[in-house]
């Protein structure tokens, strides 16, 4: 196989995928990792991608990019509904108690399924969020006692963010916390690329009784620029593809419980 043809490939594997590991490559294409990596430098010299340790990502995946809400709500729509099913599941339907629900995509699609899994109890629950789109999907519903926590709002995300914010979360102590991440690996455990975020999803991990984790495959192996939790903060993970094996032995040894939808 041509030089040409292969850096074609993986041009194409990162649209698809948005990442590429050099060992990973070298298998597929037979040849050895020296080859690919000088591909890679050729394919980053153009613009193409960008370097990262153990291969390369797209090159519009920088620690601070972040997709505007939108954008988000409709990628990997199925995944995410999916996850939501499972995550709710958990709860199960004589289910008493607090819930906080953080922002993000997929906590939302939490809070949409979150009173027909109630069922008759969900009078019975106290929903806590500082995310307007949670809140927005969860208002409607007079069954349930919904609690909105504010601060300065965060457009792209719809997030309130901020001292106040913080403050108040540290106050609470819900039952369990349903949390979204933008990155998800082995060393660098869950991130997000901006501080006051992170800040925010930092005070509800630390707050919550029992943390799950809801993030598609696609946050696995991303590293953001903020860390928000190391990995033994989480006590579920619920995803919708089994993780790769170097991030599945770091869960296993953090003694986190995956459930893949």
Do not use: C, W
Request: glycine share 8%; aromatic share 4%; charged share 25%.
């Amino acid at each position: 196989m041509y030089a040409m043809e292969r850096q074609q490939l993986i041009e194409r594997e990162l649209r698809e995928v948005g990442r590429v590991s050099v060992v990973d490559l070298a298998r597929r294409f037979d040849v050895t990792t020296e080859t690919v990596r000088r591909d890679l430098d050729r394919l980053e010299s153009l613009g193409s991608l960008r370097r990262v340790h153990g291969g390369a990502v797209d090159a519009g995946r920088a620690s601070t990019a972040e997709s505007p809400l939108t954008e988000r709500r409709e990628r990997h729509g199925d995944a995410k509904r999916a996850i939501a099913a499972a995550a709710v599941a958990l709860l199960g339907p004589d289910f008493r108690g607090s819930v906080f629900l953080d922002a993000g995509t997929t906590p939302a699609a939490v809070a949409a399924l979150l009173p027909e899994a109630l069922g008759a109890g969900i009078a019975g629950v106290e929903v806590v969020t500082h995310s307007l789109e949670a809140a927005h999907v969860l208002s409607g519903d007079d069954r349930l006692s919904l609690t909105t926590i504010g601060g300065r709002v965060r457009g792209v995300t719809a997030a309130a963010v901020g001292a106040h914010t913080v403050r108040t979360i540290r106050q609470l102590r819900p039952d369990i916390a349903f949390v979204g991440t933008n990155g998800l690996s082995a060393g660098f455990g869950l991130s997000t690329p901006d501080p006051d975020e992170a800040a925010v999803k930092a005070a509800i991990i630390q707050s919550a009784r029992r943390v799950v984790l809801v993030a598609d495959a696609a946050k696995f192996g991303e590293e953001l620029l903020v860390r928000f939790a190391q990995l033994d903060e989480i006590d579920v993970l619920v995803t919708d593809a089994a993780p790769p094996a170097d991030l599945a032995e770091a869960l296993a040894d953090a003694d986190i419980e995956v459930r893949v939808a």
